[in-house]
């Protein structure tokens, strides 16, 4: 193994600002608030504070604590329950973050285009035609392939190279550095623009919409199967990435007061994402005269950002540039650190499971996702991210913790617990939590299976490939372990 794999944290500080940067992203900026408009306002947030404390916050630690154990990836650290075959899980979450970080690095992409576009004033005031013909060349259906939007494809190529700048560095030198440096600028940059949007002319209503609770939408399951998965992505739980970064610790970490850090700065900035986003709703309310409940008109994570915030821009003149170029940044920030703890887990699990260098491990990893993130630069590219979102970021990411959850909390002779871990926390993640996300589970393949069309055919098909594809990967690599010895007792 290189010693760039074998690079550890330069502080508990740098790993706490990498794992923010790694939760911190759309799923913060954007889509939190997108949640909360479509879920009743406060009747979001109130059950989404108290999943935090009863699933989130134990399921960081006990990735946290696996990682920080073995030191090892999420799909060799199955090989400690000596049942290889296990490994299938981990290899379920990997091909996963391959279909993740495929359009992730695109949706970053999107970001870096509108950070041009707003520094030089580009956008035009029809914001909602720019993204998505001019931008996205958006055509009618998932089938229709329509053309390659080309500012998208140059944008991927530029988030691709940052990333393999970063990550072919040590963590120390590369990932904690820039989530070091650029995270605490990025959250407290959020935190003015909540202060300037409930300044605008009807801002301040956007407390009453944000916190104002719809009691009646908590009888609805959509709310919480919304709820559990957005914090599943938000945390990035399931994937193996908290392992892929906690592997990198050292031995004096604390894991409990680290987690406990990450899941309440993660809160903190979708929370204050989401004043600043209402601010704006609230601004276009007042001043268009729109019912609050009828701004957005989709249910697209990025019509907020993308079609709604540029229209607000227009309204700033002299500073529209300015303040556009920092707000698009925020996203870039918010999404090129996601895109390095993505790329970060698959690399991790590459290395160990194929003995490969470092950054020969990087430059494969990126080479795929970038040969994939081609079908996400086409005209039917965001059709096919919300085909394969609820899979690979829903039923996907269950599947996952429950792995864990079923392959380590239970053991005795793995003692992944320590005295670090109170009593209560390990009866949540034992018992209490794989009820709740096995519910959700079969919740989820019910309302599939009753609602079959083409999206959820291929969101099926794509469970049957990876899990074939995780099965040859796991023979084929156990051959080459049982036949080499390559891992140590």
Same mark, same amino acid.
């Given at each position: 193994?290189?010693?760039?794999?074998?690079?550890?944290?330069?502080?508990? /500080?740098?790993?706490?600002?990498?794992?923010?940067?790694?939760?911190?992203?759309?799923?913060?900026?954007?889509?939190?608030?997108?949640?909360?408009?479509?879920?009743?306002?406060?009747?979001?947030?109130?059950?989404?504070?108290? #999943?935090?404390?009863? %699933?989130?916050?134990?399921?960081?630690?006990?990735?946290?604590?696996?990682?920080?154990?073995?030191?090892?990836?999420?799909?060799?650290? =199955?090989?400690?329950?000596?049942?290889?075959?296990?490994?299938?899980? *981990?290899?379920?979450?990997?091909?996963?973050?391959?279909?993740?970080?495929?359009?992730?690095?695109?949706?970053? *992409?999107?970001?870096?285009? !509108?950070?041009?576009?707003?520094?030089?004033?580009?956008?035009?005031?029809?914001?909602? $035609?720019?993204?998505?013909? @001019?931008?996205?060349?958006?055509?009618?259906?998932?089938?229709?392939?329509?053309?390659?939007?080309?500012?998208?494809?140059?944008?991927?190529?530029?988030? &691709?190279?940052?990333?393999?700048?970063?990550?072919?560095?040590?963590?120390? @030198?590369?990932?904690?550095?820039?989530?070091?440096?650029?995270?605490?600028?990025?959250?407290?940059?959020?935190?003015?623009?909540?202060?300037?949007?409930?300044?605008?002319?009807?801002?301040?209503?956007?407390?009453? !919409?944000?916190?104002?609770?719809?009691?009646?939408?908590?009888?609805?399951?959509?709310?919480?199967? @919304?709820?559990?998965?957005?914090?599943?992505?938000? %945390?990035? %739980?399931?994937?193996?990435?908290?392992?892929?970064?906690?592997?990198?610790?050292?031995? $004096?970490?604390?894991?409990?007061?680290?987690?406990?850090?990450?899941?309440?700065? @993660? =809160? =903190?900035?979708?929370?204050?994402?989401?004043? #600043?986003?209402?601010?704006?709703?609230?601004?276009?309310?007042?001043?268009?005269? +729109?019912?609050?409940?009828?701004?957005?008109?989709?249910?697209?994570?990025?019509?907020?950002?993308?079609?709604?915030?540029?229209?607000?821009?227009?309204?700033?003149?002299?500073?529209?540039?300015? +303040?556009? /170029? +920092?707000?698009?940044?925020?996203?870039?920030?918010?999404?090129?650190?996601?895109?390095?703890?993505?790329?970060? &887990?698959?690399?991790?699990?590459?290395?160990?499971?194929?003995?490969?260098?470092?950054?020969?491990?990087?430059?494969?990893?990126?080479?795929?996702?970038?040969?994939?993130?081609?079908?996400? &630069?086409?005209?039917?590219?965001?059709?096919?991210?919300?085909?394969?979102?609820?899979?690979?970021?829903?039923? $996907?990411?269950?599947?996952?913790?429950?792995?864990?959850?079923?392959?380590?909390?239970?053991?005795?002779?793995?003692?992944?617990?320590?005295?670090? +871990?109170? /009593?209560?926390?390990?009866?949540?993640?034992?018992?209490?939590?794989?009820?709740?996300?096995?519910?959700?589970?079969?919740? $989820?393949?019910?309302?599939?299976?009753?609602?079959?069309?083409?999206?959820?055919? %291929?969101? =099926?098909?794509?469970?049957?490939? #990876?899990?074939?594809?995780?099965?040859?990967?796991? /023979?084929?690599?156990?051959?080459?372990?049982?036949?080499?010895?390559?891992?140590?007792?």
């Amino acid at each position: 193994m290189s010693q760039i794999s074998n690079s550890t944290w330069k502080s508990q /500080t740098g790993y706490i600002w990498a794992l923010i940067g790694s939760a911190v992203g759309f799923a913060n900026v954007l889509s939190f608030s997108a949640q909360v408009y479509k879920n009743g306002g406060g009747a979001f947030l109130i059950p989404y504070f108290f #999943a935090l404390f009863l %699933l989130g916050i134990p399921m960081l630690i006990l990735e946290g604590k696996i990682g920080y154990k073995w030191k090892l990836p999420l799909i060799t650290t =199955f090989i400690k329950t000596g049942i290889p075959r296990l490994k299938v899980i *981990g290899w379920l979450s990997v091909i996963a973050c391959i279909t993740i970080g495929a359009f992730y690095i695109v949706l970053t *992409g999107y970001a870096v285009s !509108y950070t041009f576009f707003a520094a030089t004033k580009s956008i035009p005031e029809d914001t909602q $035609n720019f993204f998505l013909h @001019d931008f996205l060349h958006l055509t009618p259906s998932i089938s229709d392939f329509g053309t390659i939007s080309f500012p998208i494809l140059f944008s991927t190529i530029v988030v &691709c190279l940052s990333t393999w700048y970063v990550l072919t560095r040590r963590v120390q @030198d590369g990932i904690e550095k820039i989530c070091s440096f650029f995270m605490p600028i990025m959250v407290l940059i959020i935190l003015i623009f909540a202060i300037v949007s409930c300044l605008l002319p009807g801002g301040i209503n956007a407390f009453y !919409y944000y916190l104002k609770p719809d009691f009646e939408k908590l009888y609805q399951p959509q709310l919480w199967r @919304d709820i559990f998965g957005q914090l599943f992505f938000s %945390l990035s %739980l399931g994937l193996g990435i908290i392992i892929g970064y906690s592997r990198h610790t050292q031995k $004096n970490t604390n894991i409990v007061k680290a987690m406990c850090l990450v899941a309440f700065g @993660d =809160f =903190f900035v979708s929370f204050i994402s989401g004043i #600043a986003i209402f601010g704006c709703l609230s601004h276009i309310s007042y001043v268009q005269n +729109i019912p609050f409940s009828e701004i957005i008109k989709s249910d697209s994570t990025f019509e907020i950002g993308f079609i709604l915030f540029p229209k607000i821009l227009k309204s700033f003149g002299f500073f529209e540039p300015i +303040i556009g /170029t +920092i707000f698009f940044f925020c996203i870039f920030i918010a999404g090129i650190t996601g895109v390095f703890s993505i790329v970060e &887990c698959i690399v991790g699990n590459v290395e160990e499971e194929f003995r490969i260098d470092r950054k020969k491990a990087v430059g494969i990893t990126l080479i795929i996702l970038m040969s994939f993130s081609l079908f996400f &630069c086409m005209g039917n590219g965001s059709h096919i991210i919300d085909a394969l979102a609820p899979m690979v970021l829903g039923t $996907n990411m269950l599947i996952g913790a429950l792995g864990l959850i079923l392959s380590f909390a239970y053991s005795k002779t793995l003692q992944v617990f320590d005295e670090s +871990i109170p /009593t209560l926390l390990q009866i949540c993640i034992k018992f209490i939590i794989p009820i709740i996300l096995l519910v959700i589970l079969i919740s $989820n393949l019910f309302s599939e299976i009753t609602h079959l069309n083409f999206a959820t055919n %291929l969101r =099926f098909a794509w469970l049957l490939m #990876a899990l074939i594809i995780g099965n040859i990967c796991v /023979t084929l690599t156990e051959k080459k372990r049982l036949s080499h010895k390559l891992y140590s007792n």
